[in-house]
C-alpha cells in the first residue's frame, strides 16, 4: 500500500505539471521583475528643503532620474515571451518539470499517504485537520530535500530567455543542467536555496493537502455534493487558493536566490533567504513579495485541480492491485 500510494502521486503530479508548466515558466518570469532595479540612492537622501530649490543642478538630477521598471501582467508577459522567444520557449524547463515532480511530488504526496493511513481513526475513518497539517509538513519538507536540485535547474532554465543573448546559460535539458551547475559552481550548487525550497514545500503541502482533504469531507458530510467529479474539482481548487496564499512570499524569494549568478571571487547577489528578502522589499516594496501572485493562483488552482482529479481517477485504476 506504501508503494502504490507514491505510484499515484507520482502519475498525477507528472501530468498536473506538465499540463500547467507555461503558467509556472510566466510565474517565474514575473517574480524576478524589477530585480536589478537599485533606488536612486543620491535622490532619496535629498533633504525636503531642497526640494524646492530651483538651481540649474537640481533639475537636471530630477530630469535624468532613471524611471523605475514597468510592471507586466501575465497576459502580457505570455505574449512576449511568445513573441521574443516562440512557442517552445512556453514550454523552456519542461525536463526539470518531470524530474522535479518525480522527485518532490512523488515523495511527498507518497509520504502524505502513509501518514495518512496511520494517523486516521479506524473507527470513525476520519483524521483531526492539525494531524493532516503535520503530516503535510512532514511529507513536504522530505520530499523538497530530495527535490532541490531539479527545482533550480528548473527555475533557472524557466529565467534564461529574460537575460541578454551573451549572458544566458542555455542548458540543452535538465541533465545538462545538473552537471554543468556541478561542474562550475560545485554539488553545494544544487542545493541553493533548499531551506526556502522546504519552507515552501512545506507550507503548500500542508495548505494544498489538507485543505483538499478537510473540504471534500465537509462538502461530502453536508451533502452539498455527491463523491465526484464537481466536489473533486471544488476541493481541489479552494485548496490551491489557500496553498497560493501561503506560499507566494517564500516562493519569490525561492526563485530569485535559485536565479542568482555566482561568479568566482565576487561577492553574491545575496547572502542568504533573508537578505533576499530584506533587499527586495526595500528596494521594490513589501508588496514585492506577492509578485507573480495572479499567474501563481492562475497555475496552482489548474495544478491543484488536475492533480486530484488525475489522482482520483488513478486510484480508481490502480484499486485492485
Same mark, same amino acid.
Given at each position: 500500500?506504501?508503494?502504490?500510494g507514491?505510484?499515484?502521486?507520482?502519475?498525477?503530479?507528472?501530468?498536473?505539471g506538465? $499540463?500547467?508548466h507555461?503558467?509556472?515558466?510566466?510565474?517565474?518570469?514575473?517574480?524576478?521583475?524589477?530585480?536589478?532595479?537599485?533606488?536612486?540612492?543620491?535622490?532619496?537622501?535629498?533633504?525636503?528643503?531642497?526640494a524646492?530649490?530651483? /538651481? /540649474?543642478?537640481?533639475?537636471?538630477?530630477?530630469?535624468?532620474?532613471?524611471?523605475? *521598471?514597468? +510592471?507586466?501582467?501575465?497576459?502580457? /508577459?505570455?505574449?512576449?515571451?511568445?513573441?521574443?522567444?516562440?512557442?517552445?520557449?512556453?514550454f523552456?524547463?519542461?525536463?526539470?518539470?518531470?524530474l522535479?515532480?518525480?522527485? %518532490?511530488? /512523488?515523495?511527498?504526496?507518497?509520504?502524505?499517504?502513509?501518514?495518512?493511513?496511520?494517523?486516521?481513526?479506524?473507527?470513525?475513518?476520519?483524521? *483531526?485537520?492539525?494531524?493532516?497539517?503535520?503530516?503535510?509538513l512532514?511529507?513536504?519538507?522530505i520530499?523538497?530535500?530530495?527535490? =532541490?536540485?531539479?527545482?533550480?535547474?528548473?527555475? +533557472?532554465?524557466?529565467?534564461?530567455?529574460?537575460l541578454?543573448v551573451?549572458?544566458?546559460?542555455? %542548458?540543452?535539458?535538465?541533465?545538462?543542467?545538473?552537471?554543468?551547475?556541478t561542474?562550475?559552481?560545485?554539488?553545494?550548487?544544487?542545493?541553493?536555496?533548499?531551506?526556502?525550497?522546504?519552507? +515552501?514545500?512545506?507550507?503548500?503541502?500542508?495548505?494544498?493537502?489538507?485543505?483538499?482533504?478537510?473540504?471534500? &469531507?465537509?462538502?461530502?458530510?453536508?451533502?452539498?455534493?455527491?463523491?465526484?467529479l464537481?466536489?473533486?474539482?471544488?476541493?481541489s481548487?479552494?485548496?490551491?487558493?489557500?496553498?497560493?496564499?501561503? $506560499? =507566494? *512570499?517564500v516562493?519569490?524569494?525561492?526563485?530569485r536566490?535559485m536565479?542568482?549568478?555566482? &561568479?568566482?571571487?565576487?561577492?553574491?547577489?545575496?547572502?542568504?533567504a533573508?537578505?533576499?528578502?530584506?533587499?527586495?522589499?526595500?528596494s &521594490?516594496?513589501?508588496?514585492?513579495? %506577492?509578485k507573480g501572485?495572479?499567474?501563481?493562483i492562475?497555475?496552482?488552482?489548474?495544478?491543484?485541480?488536475?492533480?486530484?482529479?488525475?489522482? &482520483?481517477?488513478? +486510484?480508481?485504476?490502480?484499486?485492485?492491485f
Amino acid at each position: 500500500m506504501g508503494v502504490k500510494g507514491f505510484v499515484e502521486g507520482g502519475i498525477a503530479s507528472i501530468v498536473a505539471g506538465c $499540463s500547467t508548466h507555461p503558467l509556472d515558466l510566466i510565474k517565474v518570469r514575473m517574480q524576478l521583475q524589477g530585480e536589478s532595479h537599485v533606488p536612486n540612492t543620491a535622490v532619496q537622501t535629498l533633504r525636503p528643503a531642497l526640494a524646492f530649490q530651483t /538651481t /540649474t543642478t537640481t533639475t537636471s538630477s530630477a530630469i535624468h532620474m532613471p524611471p523605475p *521598471p514597468a +510592471r507586466v501582467g501575465p497576459v502580457a /508577459t505570455g505574449i512576449k515571451i511568445f513573441r521574443t522567444e516562440g512557442v517552445a520557449a512556453l514550454f523552456s524547463g519542461v525536463s526539470a518539470t518531470v524530474l522535479r515532480q518525480t522527485l %518532490y511530488s /512523488t515523495t511527498r504526496m507518497g509520504l502524505y499517504d502513509i501518514l495518512k493511513q496511520k494517523w486516521t481513526d479506524k473507527e470513525t475513518k476520519t483524521m *483531526p485537520l492539525s494531524r493532516k497539517i503535520t503530516a503535510g509538513l512532514i511529507a513536504g519538507g522530505i520530499g523538497a530535500a530530495v527535490g =532541490n536540485p531539479a527545482d533550480v535547474a528548473m527555475v +533557472r532554465m524557466q529565467a534564461d530567455g529574460r537575460l541578454p543573448v551573451s549572458q544566458r546559460r542555455n %542548458y540543452t535539458s535538465v541533465v545538462d543542467a545538473i552537471t554543468r551547475m556541478t561542474k562550475q559552481e560545485g554539488v553545494t550548487s544544487l542545493w541553493r536555496g533548499s531551506s526556502l525550497t522546504v519552507n +515552501r514545500a512545506m507550507l503548500v503541502t500542508a495548505s494544498q493537502l489538507a485543505s483538499y482533504d478537510q473540504i471534500k &469531507e465537509m462538502i461530502l458530510e453536508n451533502g452539498l455534493m455527491k463523491d465526484g467529479l464537481g466536489t473533486h474539482v471544488a476541493a481541489s481548487f479552494s485548496a490551491g487558493f489557500v496553498a497560493a496564499v501561503a $506560499s =507566494n *512570499p517564500v516562493d519569490v524569494i525561492k526563485t530569485r536566490v535559485m536565479n542568482m549568478k555566482v &561568479e568566482a571571487g565576487q561577492k553574491p547577489p545575496y547572502a542568504g533567504a533573508l537578505d533576499c528578502a530584506i533587499k527586495t522589499v526595500k528596494s &521594490e516594496g513589501p508588496m514585492a513579495l %506577492y509578485k507573480g501572485f495572479i499567474p501563481t493562483i492562475s497555475r496552482q488552482g489548474p495544478f491543484t485541480v488536475v492533480l486530484f482529479v488525475t489522482l &482520483e481517477q488513478v +486510484r480508481k485504476l490502480l484499486k485492485d492491485f
